[in-house]
């Protein structure tokens, strides 16, 4: 039986073990995905203790992204971004895993470092039909998913805008994103009318009724994913959608953020219908 799992602080909320395990169990796979806690500053050492103990990947999240760069051979998407989600480890079994990039468990010891937050975001966009290249985009944040959402527009094509509540952080993603700008919250009135796409990369619309952009900007031209998932309807997307606007729920990022690692672990293609079922059963 492989093991599968996802190193937090905390974890307790986490919704990948039941995705996950739905996955497994559509394709027939002797696996199972469990929840890792260790101490805040000891992400390296968890790596290293996954690996020796046979674990077959790992997801990361806070407080993790970061510190665990140093621990694996992270490919160029997730060293650009700044921060790992997905660790695939050696292969201790028969059979190699590629992704026609090289090989992800060649037996060579190194753990490979990837950010499938970028794909939550472009394969959500897909899923609802909606193109990115040669569009105007609007991320609101600066912050990990931030990061992930504004090279993910730019490597699909798009022009991107970072907003965020300090300025100069949105001015510093900015600098590291290819023909992106940036600056503060007050310039959503300008962006935001003639975007084509907007992220709202905060947690704000998580904890309250709120949004980081004011209805009036928002149009019937515009795509609006909020990666915000619980609640799946945010006020974000109420506005939008009263506006007009295509719609997509947090849910959908975080699901195709699985979906990539659980496909570059297996190398199977992911059972997207019957993950995305248990994920919106938890969610209910």
Wanted: aromatic share 4%; proline share 6%; net charge negative.
């Amino acid at each position: 039986m492989d093991v599968y799992g996802l190193i937090g602080n905390p974890v307790g909320h986490s919704l990948s073990p039941p995705m996950h395990e739905a996955g497994y169990e559509a394709l027939g796979i002797d696996a199972r995905y469990v929840t890792f806690e260790p101490a805040p500053d000891d992400a390296a050492r968890a790596v290293e203790g996954a690996a020796a103990l046979g674990v077959a990947g790992l997801n990361v999240t806070i407080p993790f992204k970061r510190d665990v760069l140093a621990a694996v051979d992270a490919d160029p998407l997730a060293e650009r971004i700044g921060a790992v989600n997905t660790v695939v480890f050696p292969d201790t079994g028969e059979g190699d895993v590629s992704d026609g990039e090289g090989d992800e468990r060649d037996g060579s010891g190194t753990p490979r470092g990837y950010n499938t937050d970028a794909a939550g975001v472009t394969r959500s966009f897909a899923r609802h039909d909606v193109p990115l290249d040669g569009r105007d985009a609007v991320v609101v944040g600066a912050g990990g998913a931030g990061r992930a959402a504004a090279f993910a527009l730019a490597d699909a094509g798009a022009d991107v805008h970072v907003a965020n509540r300090t300025t100069e952080r949105a001015v510093e993603l900015a600098a590291d994103v290819p023909d992106a700008t940036g600056g503060g919250l007050d310039g959503l009135a300008e962006e935001v009318p003639a975007a084509d796409v907007l992220v709202n990369a905060t947690s704000v619309g998580m904890e309250e009724d709120a949004t980081p952009v004011p209805a009036e900007l928002l149009h019937g031209d515009l795509a609006v994913l909020d990666a915000v998932y619980a609640p799946t309807e945010t006020r974000l997307l109420r506005d939008a959608a009263a506006a007009g606007a295509t719609t997509i729920e947090g849910a959908w990022m975080l699901l195709y953020q699985g979906v990539e690692a659980f496909e570059r672990w297996t190398g199977a293609d992911a059972p997207v219908a019957e993950m995305n079922a248990a994920l919106r059963a938890e969610l209910e």
